[in-house]
C-alpha cells in the first residue's frame, strides 16, 4: 500500500510552491494582516483560474477532477505560503457539503461558481466560546426560516454561501445553504489572532435557507463533512509547520553568536529535531487520511481524528520553537515568525478545539477495538 504522491501530484504541488512562492511571499501576508483589505483577492482570483478550489470537484459541475489527493498536495503549500485566502472554507468545506449532499440543482448553481474563485463559502457551525452541538445549537431552522447568531465564522463577512449547522424540529443537527446577500442576515467583521484570515459574526432573523440531504441526516453529514475538512486542513497545517521549521533551520545556519553559528548549540539541535520528528509524524497521518478519504475507507473517522490531532500539535510546536530559536527577534512585529504561531492558533481551532478531536480519536478506536 503507497500512500505517497503520485507523480503527477507531485508536480502539481511542485507547481503550487513556485507559484505561491511568487505570488505570496511574507509581504503579501503582511499586507493583508496590516491593511484595511480582507483577504487578497488577486491571488484569489490567480488560484481560481488555476482550478484549484474546483480540484476535487467533479468535471461535469466545472471542477479539474483532481480528486481529493490532488487538493491535498495543493492543501500542503497553501499552508506554507500561508496563503491570506478564503481557500479552506470554499474548497475544504462549502464545496465538499455541495458534493456530499446538494440537490443537483444546488451543484448546477453553485459548484462552477466556486471552481473558478466566483463565490466564496463559509462554514457557520460555532455559536461563541462555548462549545454547541446537538440540540444545545441554538440557531433554528423554523416554518422555512433560519434565526439565530454564529461566531466566529471564518470568512463570513465575504462569502456568497454559508453552509450552517442548525436545529430543525425535532431533529438536533441539520445542515442548510444560505445565500447570504439577502435581507435576513447581518454580518460584522470580528477579530481573531489572526489578522489575516477575516472572521464574522452572522445573524440570521428569518433567513431564507435549503436543506442539505434529507431529514434525519444532519447529524452523519456533519460528521462526513467534518472528517473530510479535517484532512484536508491537516495537509495544509503540515505546509504551514514545515514552513516554519525551514525558516528556523535556516536561521540557526546562519546567525553567529560566539564565533560559530547557534544551531551548533545542541540546545539548538534538540529543538528542531523534535520538531521535525512532530512534522513527520504529523506528515505520515495525513498520508494515511488522504488514502482514507480517496478511497472511501470505512477508517475515514479515525484517520481524520488522527491526522487532525497530529497536525495541530506539529504546527503549534514547529510555530513557537520558530519564536523562541529567533530569539528575541522572533517576538517582534516586524519579524515574521509570528505569522505562523497566528495561523498555527487559528487553524488548530478551526473545525472545533483540539480536546473534541482527541475525544474523537479515543472514540473511534474503541469503536474499532469493539468490533
Known amino acids: 500500500m503507497d500512500f505517497d504522491f503520485s507523480e503527477d501530484e507531485r508536480t502539481l504541488k511542485d507547481e503550487a510552491k513556485r507559484f505561491l512562492r511568487d505570488r505570496c511571499p511574507p509581504k503579501a501576508v503582511r499586507r493583508v494582516l496590516e491593511g484595511e483589505v480582507p483577504f487578497d483577492r488577486e491571488l484569489w482570483k490567480a488560484i481560481g483560474d488555476l482550478g484549484w478550489i474546483g480540484a476535487a470537484i467533479p468535471e461535469e459541475y466545472g471542477g479539474a477532477a483532481l480528486g481529493h489527493v490532488g ?70 431552522f423554523d416554518k422555512g426560516g433560519l434565526n439565530g447568531t454564529k461566531i466566529p465564522v471564518a470568512d463570513g463577512a465575504y462569502a456568497d454561501l454559508a453552509i450552517v449547522v442548525a436545529r430543525a424540529g425535532s431533529e438536533a443537527e441539520a445542515l442548510f445553504l444560505v445565500e447570504l446577500d439577502q435581507p435576513g442576515v447581518a454580518r460584522e467583521a470580528v477579530k481573531t489572532v489572526d ?12 433567513a431564507k435557507a435549503e436543506r442539505l440531504g434529507q431529514e434525519g441526516e444532519g447529524a452523519e453529514l456533519r460528521r462526513q463533512l467534518l472528517d473530510r475538512a479535517a484532512v484536508l486542513m491537516a495537509f495544509e497545517q503540515v505546509g ?85 530559536v529567533h530569539g528575541g527577534m522572533g517576538f517582534t512585529w516586524e519579524g515574521d515568525c509570528h505569522f505562523y504561531y497566528r495561523r498555527a492558533k487559528l487553524l488548530s481551532l478551526a473545525l472545533g478545539a483540539p480536546a473534541e478531536w482527541k475525544e474523537k480519536l479515543v472514540a473511534a478506536f474503541e469503536k474499532r477495538n469493539a468490533a
Open 195 to 206: 489578522p489575516s484570515r477575516g472572521h464574522a459574526r452572522i445573524v440570521f432573523q428569518n
Open 71 to 140: 487538493l491535498c498536495a495543493i492543501a500542503e503549500e497553501v499552508g506554507a505560503a500561508l496563503a491570506p485566502v478564503p481557500f479552506a472554507s470554499t474548497a475544504y468545506l462549502a464545496a465538499e457539503a455541495l458534493v456530499l449532499a446538494g440537490t443537483e440543482a444546488q451543484k448546477r448553481r453553485w459548484l462552477p461558481r466556486i471552481a473558478k474563485g466566483e463565490a466564496i463559502g463559509c462554514f457557520a457551525e460555532a455559536e461563541g466560546a462555548e462549545a454547541r452541538s446537538g440540540k444545545a445549537l441554538a440557531t433554528l
Open 240 to 324: 504551514g509547520a514545515d514552513a516554519a521549521l525551514q525558516m528556523a533551520c535556516e536561521y540557526a545556519r546562519t546567525r553567529f553568536a560566539f564565533g560559530r553559528p547557534i544551531g551548533s548549540q545542541q540546545g539548538i539541535k534538540f529543538k528542531l529535531a523534535d520538531v521535525y520528528c512532530a512534522v513527520e509524524l504529523a506528515r505520515s497521518n495525513a498520508y494515511w487520511g488522504a488514502w482514507a478519504l480517496a478511497a472511501g475507507a470505512p477508517d475515514l473517522g479515525l484517520a481524520a481524528a488522527t491526522a487532525r490531532v497530529a497536525a495541530s500539535k506539529a504546527f503549534w510546536l514547529a510555530a513557537k520553537e520558530n519564536i523562541q
